[in-house]
């Protein structure tokens, strides 16, 4: 299996560009996590979908952030505007159920100017 | 609430020395994981031990669910082990890894 894939691995834009991060989980995972990371707030949990439904959303950090999961192999976050604090590694992850291990992606490093 | 506790918070270690990094709980679980964070952020897979012990060369952890903790132990230490250890544990059901704020390993020639 190929892991948990993610695009970009870098990302730097400007100031009020959107940004768009993608999450490939691995095959026949059913739950899908949408992290972010920084050195002043560490790892943090942003969104999770069950079986391509998000359950929780409440670490979103405001409206311009928005997540989807269309099909169990594809999810996206969504960053419009980005400003340069959203600049951080975004991390997806993926597991089968709560009491099957997580594995994470590479992740996406974003920088906002 | 839940916790999820870790210590030591940093630990520095000569080439060569053996370690016990520790991960206290506060209920019950259904899932613990360590995972190793590499100075380049990658975040890897140590073990998924919810109880009991296991061992993969060099690091082998062990997780007494009764009490509430888990030990993760790193055994001649190598500059490749420098990073941070996370101790994450599931409490019910399919709710998210909750997080320990690590252990930060430096390991020194």
């Known amino acids: 299996d190929a892991g948990v894939i993610q695009s970009p691995r870098h990302e730097v834009t400007e100031m009020g560009q959107e940004v768009t991060l993608r999450c490939k989980p691995i095959?026949?995972?059913?739950?899908l996590f949408w992290y972010r990371q920084t050195m002043m707030r560490g790892l943090e949990l942003l969104i999770y979908?069950?079986?391509?439904?998000?359950?929780?959303d409440s670490g979103m950090p405001e409206d311009r952030f928005s997540a989807k999961m269309p099909n169990a192999s594809f999810s996206t976050l969504k960053i419009q505007p980005s400003e340069p604090r959203d600049s951080a590694v975004y991390f997806c992850?993926?597991?089968?159920?709560?009491?099957?291990?997580?594995?994470f992606g590479p992740g996406t490093r974003l920088t906002v100017l | 609430g839940i916790q999820v506790e870790q210590s030591p918070p940093d630990l520095i270690l000569q080439e060569g020395a053996n370690s016990t990094l520790r991960c206290n709980f506060s209920?019950?679980?259904?899932?613990l994981q360590w995972f190793h964070q590499n100075p380049w952020g990658q975040l890897i897979n140590l073990f998924y031990?919810?109880?009991g012990t296991k061992q993969n060369g060099r690091l082998s952890a062990t997780t007494v669910a009764t009490e509430r903790y888990s030990l993760l132990y790193i055994s001649s230490s190598q500059s490749t082990d420098s990073g941070v250890y996370f101790c994450?544990?599931?409490?019910?059901?399919?709710?998210?890894?909750?997080f320990g704020k690590g252990t930060r390993l430096s390991v020194i020639a």
């Open positions: 992850a993926s597991r089968l159920t709560g009491d099957n291990e997580q594995f």
């Open positions: 095959s026949g995972h059913n739950s």
């Open positions: 979908f069950n079986n391509n439904v998000p359950i929780d």
């Open positions: 209920d019950s679980v259904n899932n």
């Open positions: 031990i919810p109880s």
């Open positions: 994450a544990v599931v409490y019910s059901g399919n709710t998210p890894l909750v």
